[in-house]
């Protein structure tokens, strides 16, 4: 049980999820801040970089519909590791397949072990840390994802600094992989066996048919998809970002390339400091009253960047972005594991529909950004952080009577 556990224990779990959260974080934004590299050395446009983008969201969205189902088979402990290793050795093929052999079905391997590695720790975290966030009684998940936020800082720092070293990608990227790969074991370490947590059950394991119907079941929830439409627009607009940020600097307002890594740092910043700071708030002012703030400061901040003429215009606007949609993705996922008993299908319905906004979304920017430009592509995302905006009623923490009676 979670009661059992010592101070001590307690504080290495917390520390090794922390740490978790930044791993997926940075190697995200160290394939983001290298896109513009990468699209040179494989010699694509921005309709094929959406490509590439696409087969990585469709591995996400399996890594995450699936986490329920592996959590089921293997515990969240033994999961997290598997995962972590599956998206740190895509990091190091995506440098290779790039800068060493030039290959994008190479690349394309590296994208699918890396969305679907980052897929199903992102169930498999959320989950530790919203039962890290119950254990302490208060909001603590936007700090886990403040760590995501670090790592993204890292990363594009990192990869601000390899673009102006000329370091290849396969060099750069395979100096992440083995940062990542000796963090997981490190991490494994220091995760605890829980009860609460869904570690394997002894005696014969479940069906797949029937984990999978269990792991569906938070689909049948009108909850559920009106909480997506919170997380839709602004995983939207954090994926966008991501993957779209740097590239928007340098195609968009044609600054180079260092200029896109520092926007990219800049949003990340702002979105970090957000989320370490934002748990209080949400605390003081409620879950809603802080989402329509934050969807008001993402519409703003994404109108400054596409509409800036100077760059400190753009990256006030980068910030502002970050501010905004810091947020979005925690609370969606602190209103999603309300419920422990059902938290992990919850948890896994709601990340699936912000990872479809957060990874799939950017290919489709990709092919529009082909036809009217990257900004005007852009406006887009405003118009889906009102969205969340207008649908933030939906993550009302749940009334005692609404969550499953305790066996």
């Known amino acids: 049980m979670d ?12 520390t090794a999820i922390f740490a978790i959260f930044l791993a997926s974080g940075l190697s995200i934004s160290t394939w983001a801040s290298r896109v513009p590299s990468i699209a040179e050395s494989l010699d694509i446009d921005k309709a094929q970089v959406g490509l590439l983008l696409l087969s990585m969201g469709i591995a996400s969205i399996i890594g995450i519909s699936t986490g329920p189902a592996v959590m089921a088979r293997t515990g969240a402990r033994l999961g997290m590791l598997l995962s972590m290793a599956s998206f740190g050795v895509g990091v190091a093929v995506i440098g290779v397949g790039a800068d060493v052999l030039g290959s994008i079905p190479l690349v394309v391997l590296g994208l699918v072990l890396f969305g679907f590695g980052n897929g199903a720790v992102d169930v498999m975290m959320n989950v530790e840390a919203t039962a890290i966030e119950q254990h302490m009684g208060r909001t603590i998940l936007p700090v886990f994802h403040a760590f995501f936020s670090f790592g993204t800082v890292i990363g594009a720092g990192a990869g601000a600094l390899a673009a102006k070293l000329s370091m290849t990608v396969a060099a750069h990227a395979g100096i992440i992989s083995v940062i990542i790969i000796l963090g997981a074991f490190a991490c494994y370490r220091n995760v605890p066996v829980r009860e609460a947590a869904p570690a394997p059950a002894p005696g014969p394991a479940p069906r797949w048919t029937q984990r999978m119907h269990t792991a569906l079941e938070a689909w049948r929830e009108p909850r559920t998809y009106a909480l997506g439409v919170v997380m839709l627009g602004m995983s939207f607009a954090e994926g966008g970002a991501n993957d779209w940020i ?25 979105m970090t400091a957000a989320r370490l700071f934002g748990g209080p708030v949400v605390d003081r002012f409620g879950r809603v009253a802080v989402l329509r703030v934050l969807a008001a400061a993402a519409a703003s901040g994404l109108l400054l960047f596409i509409l800036g003429t100077s760059l400190p215009v753009v990256l ?24 422990p008993a059902k938290a992990a299908v919850r948890v896994s319905a709601a990340a699936t529909i ?49 969550r499953t009676p305790a066996a």
């Open 316 to 339: 006030a606007g980068a910030a502002l972005w970050g501010i905004g949609a810091s947020l979005g993705f925690p609370i969606g996922m602190s209103a999603a594991a309300d419920d």
């Open 246 to 270: 740097a590239l928007g600097v340098v195609d968009g307002h044609h600054l180079d390339e260092g200029m896109g890594a520092v926007a990219l740092a800049v949003f990340s910043v702002g």
């Open 354 to 402: 912000g990872y479809i906004a957060f990874l799939g979304g950017p290919p489709v920017l990709g092919f529009v950004a082909n036809h009217i430009g990257l900004l005007n592509t852009l406006f887009i995302l405003v118009v889906l952080v009102l969205m969340s905006g207008v649908f933030s009623a939906a993550a009302k923490p749940l009334r005692v009577e609404e």
């Open 3 to 14: 009661t059992a556990l010592t101070r001590s224990q307690f504080l290495r779990w917390r």
